[in-house]
């Protein structure tokens, strides 16, 4: 019975402890504040300006044949698994990788067909605005003339409400995952 009790003991330690949060944890840091302008509205977007949400920051292109769709699609999976009161608390936010190619009506046809109308910003700008962001966040970008693509970094940052990264993922987290850290971080106060 003493046996029992402990082990009843542990599992309810165990259910009770906080959750964890699925990538690589960051000490809570300030994110590298920016300004670009969203593509889909034609405003000026600073990041520091999201600070109230949890903020998924991701670098992504629209012409791109394989990662970046998948990445959207998980984006608007994982939406679609928060509560409306989450979902209001979190804005997803691509930056481009393609400064070339990723026009206002290749943004917006990119979030059109991937379903991502709401709490969602894809930020443009020139090589120019655009590489110290990159830089910030040590996104690497490979661009090769013969070729259409954009190899790039495919990390996203999951900043919490207070403007801090807190954990570093990839695009091979799944919808699931992703949406239980959003979940943890708008717990958060």
């Given at each position: 019975?003493?046996?029992?009790?402990?082990?009843?003991?542990?599992?309810?330690?165990?259910?009770?402890?906080?959750?964890?949060?699925?990538?690589?944890?960051?000490?809570?840091?300030?994110?590298?504040?920016?300004?670009?302008?969203?593509?889909?509205?034609?405003?000026?977007?600073?990041?520091?300006?999201?600070?109230?949400?949890?903020?998924?920051?991701?670098?992504?292109?629209?012409?791109?044949?394989?990662?970046?769709?998948?990445?959207?699609?998980?984006?608007?999976?994982?939406?679609?698994?928060?509560?409306?009161?989450?979902?209001?608390?979190?804005?997803?936010?691509?930056?481009?990788?393609?400064?070339?190619?990723?026009?206002?009506?290749?943004?917006?046809?990119?979030?059109?067909?991937?379903?991502?109308?709401?709490?969602?910003?894809?930020?443009?700008?020139?090589?120019?605005?655009?590489?110290?962001?990159?830089?910030?966040?040590?996104?690497?970008?490979?661009?090769?003339?013969?070729?259409?693509?954009?190899?790039?970094?495919?990390?996203i940052y999951l900043l919490d409400?207070?403007?801090?990264?807190?954990?570093?993922?990839?695009?091979?987290?799944?919808?699931?995952?992703?949406?239980?850290?959003?979940?943890?971080?708008?717990?958060?106060?």
């Amino acid at each position: 019975m003493r046996a029992f009790r402990l082990a009843l003991a542990a599992l309810l330690l165990v259910s009770c402890a906080a959750p964890s949060l699925v990538g690589t944890q960051i000490a809570p840091t300030a994110a590298p504040d920016f300004t670009l302008t969203d593509g889909i509205s034609g405003k000026p977007v600073t990041l520091s300006a999201q600070q109230g949400k949890v903020v998924v920051l991701s670098f992504l292109y629209t012409h791109c044949p394989d990662v970046c769709p998948l990445t959207a699609e998980d984006f608007r999976q994982a939406q679609q698994k928060l509560s409306d009161s989450e979902r209001d608390r979190t804005v997803f936010v691509a930056v481009s990788v393609d400064p070339l190619q990723d026009t206002p009506q290749a943004v917006q046809a990119f979030a059109r067909e991937h379903g991502l109308a709401k709490n969602f910003l894809f930020l443009v700008g020139g090589q120019a605005q655009l590489q110290p962001v990159w830089s910030a966040y040590g996104i690497r970008i490979e661009t090769d003339p013969a070729v259409t693509g954009v190899g790039h970094s495919d990390a996203i940052y999951l900043l919490d409400v207070k403007g801090r990264a807190r954990v570093l993922v990839h695009s091979d987290i799944t919808p699931d995952a992703l949406a239980g850290d959003l979940k943890v971080l708008a717990a958060e106060r």
